[in-house]
């Protein structure tokens, strides 16, 4: 494998491996509450603090890997693009309007994760809102399924294709760099 692959593969890995994680932790988020819904566990303190932990993980990841894409990959290849640079007509026509569609996907993926808070906040006060809670999860599963498939098999693979060994490597040397303490301040 050469250098352009190993940069190729190493862009679309981190990217990919940051999809898996944010799905990873709201899936064991939707076990714990399906373990109510099927009468294993009951909503105590102690449930309600280990679904708080998970989504606290949950957008740790999330605020990380959206900051990555929003503040290095989206303006990065924005940026290449209206410079005209060789190879960049595919992905001109391709990028118009999918980092929009994208970041319109994280702000729904964020909106679900205010309404979980906001549904758990209501349990922990003694309302009956856990289907509601399961609902919201699979909702937001969903949604984020489809946002890291179509970003792992169609956004990632043309940024890929068409930008040059440099510009992949000036964009994957930025995203190793940005966001490492957005977590921090988010959590």
Same mark, same amino acid.
């Given at each position: 494998?050469?250098?352009?692959?190993?940069?190729?593969?190493?862009?679309?890995?981190?990217?990919?491996?940051?999809?898996?994680? $944010?799905?990873?932790?709201?899936?064991?988020?939707?076990?714990?509450?399906?373990?109510?819904?099927?009468?294993?566990?009951?909503?105590?303190? #102690? $449930? !309600?603090?280990?679904?708080?932990?998970?989504?606290?993980?949950?957008?740790?990841?999330?605020?990380?890997?959206?900051?990555?894409? #929003?503040? +290095?990959?989206?303006?990065?290849?924005?940026? !290449?693009?209206?410079?005209?640079?060789?190879? $960049?007509?595919?992905?001109?026509?391709?990028?118009? +309007?999918?980092?929009?569609?994208?970041? *319109? *996907?994280?702000?729904?993926?964020?909106?679900?994760?205010?309404?979980?808070?906001?549904?758990?906040?209501?349990?922990?006060?003694?309302?009956?809102?856990?289907?509601?809670? +399961? +609902?919201?999860?699979?909702?937001?599963?969903?949604?984020?399924?489809?946002?890291?498939?179509?970003?792992?098999?169609? $956004?990632?693979?043309?940024?890929?294709?068409? !930008?040059?060994?440099?510009?992949?490597?000036?964009?994957?040397?930025?995203?190793?760099?940005?966001?490492?303490?957005?977590?921090?301040?988010?959590?």
């Amino acid at each position: 494998m050469g250098e352009l692959d190993m940069i190729r593969e190493s862009v679309l890995d981190d990217l990919r491996r940051e999809h898996e994680a $944010v799905l990873a932790r709201l899936r064991a988020l939707i076990e714990e509450v399906e373990r109510v819904e099927k009468g294993r566990e009951e909503w105590t303190p #102690e $449930v !309600l603090d280990a679904c708080r932990e998970r989504v606290r993980s949950l957008r740790k990841t999330f605020v990380v890997h959206r900051c990555r894409e #929003e503040v +290095g990959l989206f303006p990065d290849v924005e940026q !290449l693009v209206s410079q005209g640079a060789p190879r $960049v007509d595919i992905l001109r026509a391709f990028f118009a +309007g999918e980092a929009d569609d994208d970041i *319109a *996907a994280h702000v729904a993926i964020e909106e679900r994760l205010k309404e979980i808070d906001a549904l758990l906040e209501r349990l922990s006060l003694g309302d009956e809102v856990g289907a509601a809670l +399961g +609902g919201t999860a699979r909702s937001m599963a969903d949604l984020l399924t489809r946002h890291a498939s179509k970003e792992n098999t169609e $956004v990632f693979p043309m940024m890929v294709r068409v !930008l040059s060994e440099e510009q992949l490597a000036e964009v994957a040397k930025r995203l190793a760099d940005l966001c490492g303490d957005a977590a921090e301040a988010e959590g």
